[in-house]
């Protein structure tokens, strides 16, 4: 058979709260969809809005040239892969959330299968797909992603990170700990605030929120030091930094745990030991992965 390069049908394997998010958005963009979940009924809806259900992933596999699989985690995204039928070159997608170990696990058997693979980091809740605020990260084949990308940007903003596998999957995760980082200062401040009987909600509106936004400024010069691990370029030393712990100090007296921040404190007090006092904070990166390893 011959396929156009740019795939006019697009199947949705996996139809929980992201996977019926997606094929929704393929529905309403005017994309020939074909759905199938593990489960029965659960395409009922989406086949109301104008899918198509797929009465096996034999079936579901066959519909179209994009295969967007959407599932629990890789180990089901690989059963997936494992009952599906071998294909000469149909695309198949995984936006399953991964290590970038399983990503590659998964590109090369699914390549194995005669399938071109995409491996793909989505940045978004359900309710933000296909919206302004969504963007997907792809890694993998380079043509495929070419050849799909306007049917894939109408999930969110897609991004092309590397041809490597793993590369969409590195990139999502590393998002998501930058995401959790800020979370957890966040927390800790809460707790802080709330422990002297304040409110957290206009402390957060008023103040930690355009202090967060100023600080988001100082990133990307960080960035550049990491890249070039050269960290002399500072305002605030990390002597100065750690000369005391008032963070700590305060925590423990108010009552509130800094069982989130005494880690980072820690790695800065060792940077100092290392003789790095004079330099910038950013230098804690060396001691997570040293420049060169
Ligand atoms: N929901 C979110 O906010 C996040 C946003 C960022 C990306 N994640 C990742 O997306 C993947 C799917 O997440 P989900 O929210 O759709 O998850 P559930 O609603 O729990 O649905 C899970 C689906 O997986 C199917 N499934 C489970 N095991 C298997 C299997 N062995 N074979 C085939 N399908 C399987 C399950 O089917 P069923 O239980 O209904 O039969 C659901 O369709 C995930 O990687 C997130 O990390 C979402």
Known sequence: TTRSTTPPTVSVIGLGAMGSALAAAFVDAGFVTTVWNRTAGRADALVVRGARAADDLTAAFAASDLVVVCVVNQDAARAVLDAAPASDGRIVANLTNGTPQEAASFAAAARDRGHTTLNGGIMAVPELIGGPQASVLYSGSREAYESTRDV????????????????????????????????????????????????????????????????????????????????????????MQVANDSIGEASIAQGVSAELYAPLHDLMQRRVDDGHGSEDMAGVVELLHPLGR
């Open 152 to 239: 894939l940007a109408v999930l969110g903003r897609p991004v092309h990170v590397s041809e490597d596998d793993g590369a969409a999957a590195l990139y999502d995760l590393s998002l998501l700990a930058g995401m959790y980082g800020m979370l957890g200062g966040f927390f800790h401040a809460a707790a802080l605030v709330r422990s002297a009987g304040h409110g957290v909600e206009s402390f957060t509106e008023d103040l930690l929120v355009p202090w967060l936004s100023a600080m988001l400024g100082t990133l990307p010069g960080s960035a550049r030091s990491i890249d070039r691990g050269d960290y002399s370029q500072t305002g605030s030393p990390l002597a």
